[in-house]
Structure formats: structure tokens, C-alpha cells
């Protein structure tokens, strides 16, 4: 069942698995149609089952023991997956931490052990774990505090065996409030507590761990990592004369108002400016994001001229390139650029 839309997944689902307690013992498990699935099982035996999809977030797996006090007992076991949507915010609840203070307490250490939990069983998929403030006190303070707050989140899953590659820290402090209590509003205690929440969202997935099929809130612009602690290098397939030039690239790039770039590349490392991975381009800039280095080329006024960047990247045989909107040379979304481009 889809959790958005409580629709029966039918093709959809891709893969159900199941075994006993006995490791070499796995049981095949037949569609029958309309998102139904059947197995028969041994009486007195212990079953896992699990449903996983490349469209949505894999489940944790149910156990049942098979009691078996007539011939035709049956066992129903009903799954509600998650769809994976790219930058779509999902909020963790429960998660507080002491007035001034940006420690993991332990009932919070419980919800983010369930973020440790769904990263380890969606091995591709990339976050950014955001958090948000009320807007009691001065705008800097909130930043500052909601900055502090989602860096130790960040730092507890990435403790509990989470590469820092997969999950950055944002924190908004009091600019996205959900409802209407921004400075100078009176509102209750409950309002102003729906505000202070901590959110999670897909920004994108490890290249060659496992297959992701997202649907995206940006159009088709999908950010695309490295393995940990590996590159994306270019596809050496097409080779130009350009491939042996210096190019002209000085990681200084200060931009201000709406820009796009094309991201092409990702390292572990930082590079040097006229690293044989860059082929030769002139015009590359890095921003560092998530522990990562993501090196862009080119820099234009709108997502037209980007594509246009991208077609020329694959004159060098880069083909895994995608654009990027920055706001005053920071990192935006595309929902965000949309909404500057429109100003």
C-alpha cells in the first residue's frame, strides 16, 4: 500500500523475500494479483518477511511464527511503503532538546536511531537533516541554535555507522515556519512548538548502491554522489584535443543574485585546479556539501543555458552532469530558484 495515497501497489513492489530460522531454508513467495502475495509455510516455524521497491523507502522487515491449530490458518501481514520524493520534507517526531542546547537527549536518541535504521536498509539514498526553530528570539540566535542542533543530529547517526557522505546538516532556524507565527505574531504554545521540528529529505542517491527509481519536487535535476570515498569520474569513452589543456580554473568564483551551474563531478579529496579529471575545462568551481567536494562547470542565468552546458560536457564524454542553482553563491534548491526567479 502506497502511505501517500493508500493505493494497492500491484507491479510496483519488484521484490518480497521471506525465510524461516533456518538460514538455508527461503521460501518462494507467488503474486497473485491486485498487490496480494502468498506463501505456504511450515507450522511451528518462525517467518521474516520483508517488501522492497526502487520506488519507494524499503520497510523494515515483519516476523510472525506460524501456529498452526487447523489446516487452513492464515496469517496476514500488510505493508505501507513510503515513496522516495526527492527534496519532499518529511518530519521526524519527538525529536527535543533542552531550552539552549543543542545535545542529544535520549528520547531523541530513540526517533534518530529510526533514521540510522532507514539509511542502513536505503544503503543509495543521500539526506539533508534540517532543523527549524520557533521565532521566540532574535533570527541570528535561532539560525545559530537550529545550525548547532542539526550538526549533532548529523553527528549522532553518522557515530551510530552512517558515512558522512550520505547525510549533511541544515539549520533553518525560524524562516519556514509552518503556520502563521513569524516575529511580532502572538501565538499559543502549541503553535510555536509546530515550528520547532526536525525534518529529513532525500537530496539524492549514491551512484552504483542498489537501484532508486525517485520522484522528484525539482523537475528532473537529481543530485548524484560518489561511492564513499570514491569519485564520479568522466566517461573517457569520447576523447577530445581539449583533454590535454591546463584550463583556467581558480575555485573563486563570488557570485551574487540567481546562478546555474552544471555539477559534474564529486571527490573525498579536494582536487587541484588543473587535475586531468577536470579534462581540460575551463570555468570549474567546487562548493563543499555533506563532507563532499562537488566540482561545477560554467556559470549562467537560466536552466536553458544549463542544459546547453550539459550537451557540451558530453562533447568530453561527461555524461552524468546536472544542473545546480546558487542564490549569492550559495546552494539552493530548484523549488528555491524557482521562486527567485520569479521575484
Do not use: W
Not at 518480497?16 to 513467495?29: L, R
Not at 499559543?188 to 542498489?210: A, D, I, L, Y
Not at 537501484?211 to 568522466?234: C, F, N, R
Amino acid at each position: 500500500m502506497d502511505n501517500g495515497t493508500l493505493a494497492i501497489l500491484t507491479d510496483e513492489i519488484s521484490v518480497m523475500h521471506a525465510e524461516n530460522s533456518a538460514p538455508n531454508n527461503k521460501m518462494k513467495i507467488k503474486n497473485v494479483g491486485n498487490g496480494k502475495y502468498e506463501a505456504v509455510v511450515n507450522c511451528d516455524s518462525k517467518y521474516v518477511v520483508g517488501a522492497a521497491s526502487t520506488k519507494f523507502f524499503a520497510t523494515q522487515t515483519q516476523s510472525f511464527e506460524a501456529k498452526c491449530e487447523t489446516f487452513n490458518d492464515t496469517v496476514f501481514l500488510k505493508f505501507v511503503l513510503e515513496r522516495i520524493v526527492l527534496q519532499k520534507e518529511i518530519v521526524i517526531e519527538n525529536i527535543y532538546y533542552d531550552y539552549n542546547k543543542a545535545n542529544i537527549r535520549a528520547d531523541a536518541a530513540i526517533e534518530l536511531n529510526k533514521i540510522v535504521a532507514l539509511l542502513k536498509e536505503n544503503p543509495a539514498i543521500i539526506i539533508e537533516l534540517g532543523s527549524h526553530t520557533d521565532s521566540q528570539g532574535s533570527d541570528k540566535y535561532n539560525l545559530d541554535l537550529s545550525q548547532r542542533r542539526a550538526e549533532s543530529a548529523v553527528q549522532y547517526i553518522i557515530d551510530n555507522g552512517v558515512s558522512q557522505n550520505r547525510i549533511s546538516a541544515k539549520g533553518y532556524g525560524e524562516t519556514k515556519p509552518v503556520n502563521k507565527c513569524t516575529n511580532g505574531v502572538k501565538c499559543s504554545e502549541k503553535e510555536h512548538q509546530m515550528n520547532r521540528r526536525t525534518e529529513f529529505k532525500v537530496t539524492g542517491f549514491v551512484e552504483g548502491v542498489g537501484d532508486v527509481d525517485m520522484q522528484s519536487l525539482q523537475g528532473t535535476d537529481i543530485h548524484i554522489d560518489a561511492k564513499p570515498g570514491e569519485t564520479i569520474e568522466p566517461n573517457s569513452s569520447n576523447t577530445t584535443s581539449q583533454q590535454a589543456q591546463t584550463g583556467n580554473n581558480s575555485f573563486s568564483t563570488e557570485s551574487t543574485g540567481l546562478v546555474y551551474r552544471v555539477q559534474f563531478l564529486t571527490s573525498s579529496n579536494k582536487l587541484e585546479a588543473n587535475d586531468p579529471k577536470f579534462k581540460g575545462l575551463d570555468n570549474v568551481n567546487y562548493y563543499f556539501d555533506g563532507g563532499i567536494y562537488k566540482y561545477t562547470y560554467g556559470e549562467v542565468k537560466t536552466t536553458d543555458e544549463a542544459r546547453n552546458l550539459i550537451n557540451k560536457l558530453k562533447n568530453y564524454g561527461i555524461d552524468k552532469a546536472f544542473t545546480v542553482p546558487f542564490y549569492n553563491n550559495q546552494r539552493i534548491t530548484m523549488e528555491e530558484a524557482k521562486k527567485y526567479a520569479a521575484e
